[in-house]
Each structure stands twice: as structure tokens, then as C-alpha cells.
């Protein structure tokens, strides 16, 4: 009894030492600027390029798969990634790594590969998420050189069930269309998985295009029939709807041989490519047209070698958009190519003497999707893109149960649409 004991507080202090170390963040983050083409998808996903949620069925057996380059280096680095459970809100749980975990939580980042002969050299790295033994939000954080203090990136994925279903009047979730905005409608029911207080103890998140940074939380039922263990959403104040957007830009840099679709030119020098994408227009007043986009996402593809993700080419990527005369604020290229993010790295700046804003990315080669957001502009930020109610967006709906005995959120209900 002594020894099983002495085990047990082992264990603990074990479980309970790997909550040092912990990211000051639990947001999508880059921190080591040579960490490009992050990419989480299913094992069985043949695109392999960021067009997904990141997540899986807990039933599911196929693994999540992580890929990332390591730009400008000669050899490659040790990585190692751990991970932590996060609540509905993205708050790190006070759950032991025991508890979520079927390994120690430690792995180390061990398949690598080197690209060959490109102009900008990088190690390319590939890593099976391991699986986790209940259902909610989790936060992967990659390091080097086994210091967890100074991670290189965080990345966001979760786990889900289906024991409570989301559905609607027509056995299907809808999206409500206004002139400019989606309304998003649905019904939860819980018959399956009873729950005493479902008002205190269910909480929803709606994603639009795979978003976190404009989801929306705490969204509450409009009624509740607890006759048939179900919360209604069917708000008319607007509280669950979305600026419907318009669809994404894209454009194909495949080759760096031949100009592809939406590119105006290549340049070749001894150090670098450089393409210049053609020159984009305001749109915010523009009728609706019919583009098979992305949703905002990208894959790595290339027709000038075999392997797209280990022969693929950097290519410094120039955006150019003739000058809006009805915004006066700071303008961003987004989409998943740039996390969705508004930093410096992908504000656009003005061109004195010419008519144009424009920036400059490194892209790996691929097709991407992409837009111009002006976040200074609260009430409409897609001011440039225009919003309409045909614009076909992916949807998630996201219910959480606060689990009793894991003193936790668990993410116990999923439905994933599109608005058209």
C-alpha cells in the first residue's frame, strides 16, 4: 500500500512539473521567424495542404499529421512538441497530462527530410499527432532543442464526439441569408447524453471559414424544450450572424517556369524568385460572381518538380492593390496564408507617386486564396471585398459540455455546412 502510494505521488509530480513551461498564449502563433508552411491535416487526406478544421472524431483511428519547414539552415534543428488541454474558451486546463494523454508528454519531431538544391534551402518535417484519450480543444507547442520556455509555434486542433447532435426543422443546419450578412440557425439536442442544466453546462462556438479570430462564443438559445432535451438557436438579433463576405482571390503559383493563373510575372535572380501577382481592384460595390475557392485556405503544389512539399521553392510574393479612395485605414492581405493574422508582415503599404498599396510574402509554392481586410473599419472590415448573401462559406457549430468529474469543457457535438 506504501509503495502503490509512493507511485502515485511520483506520478503526480511527474504530471504536475510539465505545467511549467507553459505558452504565454493559446493563439495560432509563429514565433521563430524560419518556421514556414505550417500544415495540419488528416493522415488520409490526399491535398495535404491547410483547407481543413484541424480536428478529428475520437472514434476516428486516422491520425492528425504535422508538417512545417525550417527555412535558411544547414542542419536540421532537434524539435520536440508537447500538448495541452484547453477549455471552450482556449484556457489551459488544470487537466494532468495523464489525463488526455497515452504517452509521456514529451515527442520528439524525428522525421526530417532536406530539399534539394532549391534557392532557398529548408528542412522539411513531418509529425503524427498523438492521440488523446477524451474529446475538447487542444494546443500543440513545437520547440528546439528540448526548451519548452521558447517554443517556435503554437497550433490549435481539436478532438470531437458526437454524442449531443446539432440539427434543424429539415434535418440539416442552414444559413439564414440577409443582404449581407448569414444568420446561422440550429438545434442542439442532448437526449442522447442527458444533462441536468444545459444552460450553465453547454456552451457554443460557431467558426466561419475555420476561423478563430472571429468566431463566435458564448452564443446562446433563443428557447429551450427540455421535454425533448433540446436548446433552439434561432435568434432575430442578429447576435449569431456573420458579415457574409465575398469569395476569395486566388492565385496559382505552381511554377515558377511559366506565369499561372492570376500571376503578371516571374523574376529569377542567383538568390531568389520573385512573382508579381496582377494588380487587384476594389470590389466592395461589385455584383456577387461565382468563384470555386478555397474558403480561404491553400495547398502546397508544384508542376515544375515531383515532390511538391520537399521540392517546392520560396518565392517572395508581391501583392499589388489599386489605392481604395473610400478607405482610409490599414489594409491586410489574410486568408490561412497569413494565420489570419494583421501584423506588419502582411499590411500593405502605399507606394508613393503611383495609385497602388502593395506587400510582400514568402510563399512556398502552391495555390492560395487570399483577401483584403481592414479591421479599423468595425462595422464592415471586408469594406473592400464587399459582402453578399450568395457567398458560399464554410460553417462549423462547435457544443461543449462542462464534464463534473474532469472539471473541464469536453466538445461533445460537431456539425460542419456550407451556407449554399
Same mark, same amino acid.
Given at each position: 500500500?506504501?509503495?502503490?502510494?509512493?507511485?502515485?505521488?511520483?506520478?503526480?509530480?511527474?504530471?504536475?512539473?510539465?505545467?511549467?513551461?507553459?505558452?504565454?498564449?493559446?493563439?495560432?502563433?509563429?514565433?521563430?521567424?524560419?518556421?514556414?508552411?505550417?500544415?495540419?491535416?488528416?493522415?488520409?487526406?490526399?491535398?495535404?495542404?491547410?483547407?481543413?478544421?484541424?480536428?478529428?472524431?475520437?472514434?476516428?483511428?486516422?491520425?492528425?499529421?504535422?508538417?512545417?519547414?525550417?527555412?535558411?539552415?544547414?542542419?536540421?534543428?532537434?524539435?520536440?512538441?508537447?500538448?495541452?488541454?484547453?477549455?471552450?474558451?482556449?484556457?489551459?486546463?488544470?487537466?494532468?497530462?495523464?489525463?488526455? =494523454?497515452?504517452?509521456?508528454?514529451?515527442?520528439?519531431?524525428?522525421?526530417?527530410?532536406?530539399?534539394?538544391?532549391?534557392?532557398?534551402?529548408?528542412?522539411?518535417?513531418?509529425?503524427?499527432?498523438?492521440?488523446?484519450?477524451?474529446?475538447?480543444?487542444?494546443? =500543440?507547442?513545437?520547440?528546439?532543442?528540448?526548451?519548452?520556455?521558447?517554443?517556435?509555434?503554437?497550433?490549435?486542433?481539436?478532438?470531437?464526439?458526437?454524442?449531443?447532435?446539432? =440539427?434543424?426543422?429539415?434535418?440539416?443546419?442552414?444559413?439564414?441569408?440577409?443582404?449581407?450578412?448569414?444568420?446561422?440557425?440550429?438545434?442542439?439536442?442532448?437526449?442522447?447524453?442527458?444533462?441536468?442544466?444545459?444552460?450553465?453546462?453547454?456552451?457554443?462556438?460557431?467558426?466561419?471559414?475555420?476561423?478563430?479570430?472571429?468566431?463566435?462564443?458564448?452564443?446562446?438559445?433563443?428557447?429551450?424544450?427540455?421535454?425533448?432535451?433540446?436548446?433552439?438557436?434561432?435568434?432575430?438579433?442578429?447576435?449569431?450572424?456573420?458579415?457574409?463576405?465575398?469569395?476569395?482571390?486566388?492565385?496559382?503559383?505552381?511554377?515558377?517556369?511559366?506565369?499561372?493563373?492570376?500571376?503578371?510575372?516571374?523574376?529569377?535572380?542567383?538568390?531568389?524568385?520573385?512573382?508579381?501577382?496582377?494588380?487587384?481592384?476594389?470590389?466592395?460595390?461589385?455584383?456577387?460572381?461565382?468563384?470555386?475557392?478555397?474558403?480561404?485556405?491553400?495547398?502546397?503544389?508544384?508542376?515544375?518538380?515531383?515532390?511538391?512539399?520537399?521540392?517546392?521553392?520560396?518565392?517572395?510574393?508581391?501583392?499589388?492593390?489599386?489605392?481604395?479612395?473610400?478607405?482610409?485605414?490599414?489594409?491586410?492581405?489574410?486568408?490561412?496564408?497569413?494565420?489570419?493574422?494583421?501584423?506588419?508582415?502582411?499590411?500593405?503599404?502605399?507606394?508613393?507617386?503611383?495609385?497602388?498599396?502593395?506587400?510582400?510574402? !514568402? !510563399?512556398?509554392?502552391?495555390?492560395?486564396?487570399?483577401?483584403?481586410?481592414?479591421?479599423?473599419?468595425?462595422?464592415?472590415?471586408?469594406?473592400?471585398?464587399?459582402?453578399?448573401?450568395?457567398?458560399?462559406?464554410?460553417?462549423?457549430?462547435?457544443?461543449?459540455?462542462?464534464?463534473?468529474?474532469?472539471?473541464?469543457?469536453? !466538445? =461533445?457535438?460537431?456539425?460542419?455546412?456550407?451556407?449554399?
Amino acid at each position: 500500500m506504501i509503495r502503490t502510494s509512493i507511485i502515485f505521488v511520483i506520478i503526480n509530480v511527474i504530471c504536475s512539473s510539465f505545467g511549467q513551461g507553459q505558452p504565454k498564449t493559446t493563439e495560432n502563433t509563429v514565433y521563430d521567424p524560419n518556421i514556414k508552411t505550417i500544415l495540419i491535416f488528416s493522415a488520409n487526406d490526399p491535398r495535404q495542404g491547410d483547407l481543413s478544421s484541424h480536428s478529428k472524431p475520437i472514434a476516428n483511428r486516422t491520425p492528425l499529421i504535422l508538417k512545417f519547414d525550417e527555412i535558411n539552415v544547414e542542419n536540421a534543428n532537434y524539435f520536440f512538441a508537447k500538448i495541452f488541454h484547453c477549455d471552450a474558451n482556449w484556457n489551459i486546463s488544470g487537466l494532468n497530462d495523464r489525463e488526455f =494523454l497515452y504517452d509521456f508528454n514529451e515527442f520528439n519531431i524525428d522525421q526530417y527530410e532536406f530539399s534539394s538544391n532549391r534557392k532557398i534551402p529548408y528542412t522539411h518535417f513531418t509529425f503524427q499527432i498523438p492521440e488523446v484519450k477524451i474529446p475538447g480543444n487542444y494546443l =500543440l507547442m513545437v520547440y528546439k532543442d528540448n526548451d519548452p520556455s521558447n517554443p517556435s509555434f503554437l497550433r490549435r486542433f481539436f478532438v470531437y464526439d458526437k454524442k449531443i447532435s446539432i =440539427l434543424s426543422k429539415t434535418s440539416a443546419i442552414g444559413a439564414m441569408q440577409s443582404s449581407q450578412e448569414h444568420q446561422i440557425e440550429f438545434t442542439v439536442n442532448y437526449a442522447n447524453y442527458p444533462i441536468p442544466d444545459p444552460l450553465t453546462e453547454i456552451s457554443v462556438v460557431i467558426r466561419q471559414n475555420h476561423r478563430w479570430d472571429n468566431a463566435l462564443t458564448g452564443v446562446q438559445p433563443s428557447f429551450i424544450h427540455q421535454d425533448k432535451s433540446e436548446l433552439i438557436y434561432r435568434n432575430f438579433n442578429l447576435t449569431n450572424n456573420f458579415k457574409s463576405g465575398n469569395e476569395f482571390r486566388f492565385f496559382d503559383l505552381t511554377s515558377v517556369n511559366y506565369t499561372m493563373q492570376n500571376v503578371n510575372r516571374i523574376t529569377d535572380s542567383d538568390m531568389r524568385f520573385d512573382a508579381f501577382l496582377m494588380r487587384d481592384k476594389f470590389r466592395g460595390y461589385e455584383a456577387y460572381s461565382i468563384i470555386n475557392d478555397l474558403d480561404g485556405g491553400y495547398v502546397i503544389e508544384n508542376k515544375d518538380y515531383g515532390n511538391a512539399h520537399l521540392d517546392g521553392e520560396y518565392v517572395y510574393t508581391h501583392f499589388f492593390l489599386e489605392a481604395p479612395k473610400d478607405v482610409r485605414d490599414d489594409i491586410y492581405v489574410v486568408g490561412r496564408l497569413t494565420d489570419w493574422k494583421t501584423e506588419n508582415e502582411n499590411k500593405l503599404q502605399f507606394v508613393e507617386g503611383s495609385d497602388i498599396y502593395t506587400c510582400q510574402l !514568402l !510563399l512556398k509554392q502552391g495555390i492560395y486564396d487570399y483577401q483584403y481586410y481592414v479591421p479599423g473599419y468595425t462595422q464592415n472590415p471586408n469594406i473592400i471585398e464587399g459582402n453578399h448573401f450568395e457567398t458560399k462559406n464554410t460553417y462549423e457549430i462547435l457544443v461543449y459540455f462542462k464534464h463534473p468529474v474532469l472539471r473541464t469543457d469536453v !466538445l =461533445l457535438g460537431y456539425s460542419l455546412f456550407n451556407s449554399r
